[in-house]
């Protein structure tokens, strides 16, 4: 028997990637190579008029250009990306508009033309040859100036877009104590260090690709869908992905370009995008305008709760930032509103970003609970014990294993809240104002069917297998923690085999789901193996697997297994996660900018696999944390769609610089309800809340109340 899960393993890729080993997408060599580079729209709206490829023809080098005027037809997937959908096997196809199929243009950068040339260096200078008339149309670009066009989607992920218990507003009206105020969050891009790539190869009728995917399986679908091939047909393939936050989920019109790019010039072709090309295409986090209105008893128990407004969306197909969808359960009150709207832009279908929703939606939130304390003159964390619910509004389900505030305790001791000035600009070192900050954090439990196989080897080897991917969350090290334990063998026999859609399928990896889903599912297969030996042992010794196999004349044993969230327990218990974040700020008063001085969190996530993963991801999600209260945003300009912090040169994300001390503790209590590993996400909760207890320490110190991210130093002086 092992004991493997809990423990810090080091990453089982850290050596290859520090040494340079590792491949990604890009880095792939295949035979006879080709080189694309697509030609992006300058405009937003419009049709092309003309479109001149002579030039860029006549080039050295050059194969092929590929306009709409001749490329080869695709099919259009069955599904676009849509999670309130329960479509069996999705392709996530972010969005309906196809690659070079017709003169329409949508959103500025669309791809409009490609060029394929011997080198990378030839195709880029020939793209920069062709030459395109447009018929432009004024775009829709200002969020906040088509809020008046903005409409009900048909769902908000799976869930209802309104809901109403009681008359909130009449509930509002007439309570001791009210706050009602506008919160803002803006645009904000992924910027994953890989750029993303594709690869593609045709072998005959049969499709190889290798792309920077969290979703081969979905990769798959599409190509196969487009080009009207059996699955069987295709193979993806996505072994190293840096990075992707939410990005690389969605399956963008570029996988495609490049399939139809490599049949129509019958060679190997690989596209890189450009930073600005992912800017452009490749999703952001939709910009939010949020109305949050509390009121409460002079108690401070809440009377009514009201959480609604507007999110941004392509022009082409509906998606939803789900702002709302954790205000549903987080606090107790009788009256409760929650509603949203979206707003059609000309800009490229948005993508999830760490914590979809969430994010954004528990700024606006616990800013407003913060901003309800102060007007109660009651402490934020006191605010929170009286609301407690016993059960999940809304629901009225169960909590599986809710703890917040034990979290909020845990975190107020090690943090030093009792220190905290009540009054606002009490405190003052220098020119610097200290403020203390405190903000709720929750995340949901998700999953979807995920298989995983196990293969137990006569010369001691076990090979566990899914096509789940490895983008930084660490799965290709936990999911050998939990074979190990399964088994009873040493971490090193297991090998995992992942990121290639012909393995046993996974959905896409995100949403904190891959290790408790895919861990789950390796567990169950593990331990079938495990039983079949047993069975071949008969009344023998079964620990030694690699002696009971050859006994038995066999090679190996095999076994499969489906793990998936259970729904009868769905019907009854609320499984999130919860966690309370702790801020320290100093604030110049002299110049306005804002240092994350201190920051603590506490968090009850289920059993921790890996405690030095699940400290990464705490962590890491914090820092974003603070990008998304501090620097990170972008604009577009309302003349031609055109993004105007296209490159990490204007778009700003923290640096170690701008990071001190982060401390990220936990429960580590199991939540055997949730699954079979008692274990939960870790990789978005710590971002959920992060920017609201910024703000809020930024209010303490400065008496400035801040709801338009990010927090400058123009908005304090």
Partial sequence: MTNVVGKEIVRADALLKVTGAARYSAEIPIAKMAYAVFVGSKIAKGKILKIETKAAESAGGVLMVLTHENAMRIKKPADIFDPGKKVEKPTNTATSVLPLQSNEIFFRGQAIAAVVAETYEQARYAAALVKIEYIEDPPAVDFLKNIKNAVVPESLWGEPPTTIEGDPENALKTA???????????????????????????????????????????????????????EEKVRVRAE????????????????????????????????????????????????????????????????????????????????????????????????????????????????????????????????????LAFKLKIDPLELRRINEPAKEPVTNKEFSCRRLIQCIDKGAEAFGWSKRNVQAEARREGNNLIGYGFAASVYPLKGN?????????????????????????????????????????????????????????????????????????????????????????????????ATVLKKSNRKFVEARAEAKPDAEKKKKYAMDSYGAHFCEVAVDAVIGTVTVRRFTSVYNCGRIINPKLAHSQFVSSIVWGIGMALMEYNLLDARNGKWIHADLNDYHVPTFADITRIEALWLDEPDEIANPLGAKGVGEIGIVGAAAAIANAVFNATGKRIRDLPITPDQLL
């Fill in 176 to 230: 001791a104590i009210k706050i009602d105020e506008i919160y803002h969050t803006p645009l904000e891009n992924h910027h994953a260090m890989e750029m993303q790539s594709t690869s593609a190869e045709w072998r005959g009728d049969e499709l190889v690709v290798y792309d920077t995917t969290r979703f081969v399986q979905g990769v798959k679908r599409m190509l196969a869908q487009s080009f009207d091939l059996v």
């Fill in 240 to 371: 190293f992905v840096g990075g992707a936050f939410g990005s690389k989920g969605m399956v963008r019109p570029h996988v495609a370009l490049v399939a139809m790019c490599a049949k129509q010039v019958n060679r190997p072709v690989k596209l890189v995008l450009t930073r600005r090309q992912m800017t452009e295409t490749s999703g952001h986090r939709p910009e939010t305008r949020q109305r949050v209105a509390l009121g409460a008893g002079k108690d401070g128990k809440l009377t009514a709760i009201i959480h609604e407004g507007e999110s941004s969306c392509s022009a082409t197909d509906p998606f939803v930032e789900p702002f709302t969808i954790q205000t549903h359960g987080l606090y107790a009150a009788p009256h409760r509103k929650l509603a949203q709207r979206i707003v059609y832009l000309n800009v490229a279908q948005p993508a999830p970003m760490r914590a979809p929703g969430e994010a954004s939606g528990m700024f606006a939130l616990e800013s407003a609970m913060d901003e």
């Fill in 449 to 545: 069917p995920t298989e995983a196989s196990c293969r137990i080897y006569a010369d001691g080897r076990v090979v566990v297998q899914s096509s789940t991917h490895d983008f930084g969350n660490g799965i290709s090290t936990s999911a050998r923690q939990i074979a190990a334990d399964a088994l009873g063998v040493g971490y090193e026999k297991i090998k995992f085999e992942y990121a290639d859609s012909s393995l046993p399928p996974a959905p896409m990896t995100g949403g904190s789901t891959a290790t408790m889903w895919v861990g789950t599912a390796i567990k169950k297969a593990c331990e079938q193996a495990k039983a079949q030996v047993a069975a071949l042992a008969g009344n023998e010794n079964a620990a030694d697997y």
